[in-house]
């Protein structure tokens, strides 16, 4: 069903359907990836970086990372188009991360884990120690 939303680019209220933009940012922004791949599309311009495109098109350079991400722009035909890690700005093609921030995440993540392993086991070990029970025999002297 359809809802009313406001626009992610412009905040305009407008009817949500598909996207999470208004039919005038849509408009623009499919206006801004036609300039974009034109100028890819010359083959002079073919390994162009995202700063080249940039320049040349004056296209924002967050468009031109979401066109990337959307794969309308495909790496494996323009490549040098790169786009930077979200955590150290390492160029990168596909992903949110580089590599190397993936594995240090992963080691992070195992690290986590590994931690509260230890920790659910010195509880359930507590557990045990608390339902022992001591007799204490008073009579032995």
Known sequence: MHELANCANCNQVFVKTVRDICRDCYEAEEKAFEIVYRFLSKRKNREATL???VEA???EESLIIKFIKEKRLRT???PKLAYPCEKCNRDIVSG???QTCSEELI???EQHEAI???RAEANREGEKQANIYYSYDQLKK
């Open 51 to 53: 700063k080249e495109i």
């Open 57 to 59: 098109t004056e296209v």
């Open 76 to 78: 494996s035909q323009f």
């Open 96 to 98: 949110r991360l580089c």
């Open 107 to 109: 080691h992070g993540w």
């Open 116 to 118: 509260e392993s230890r």
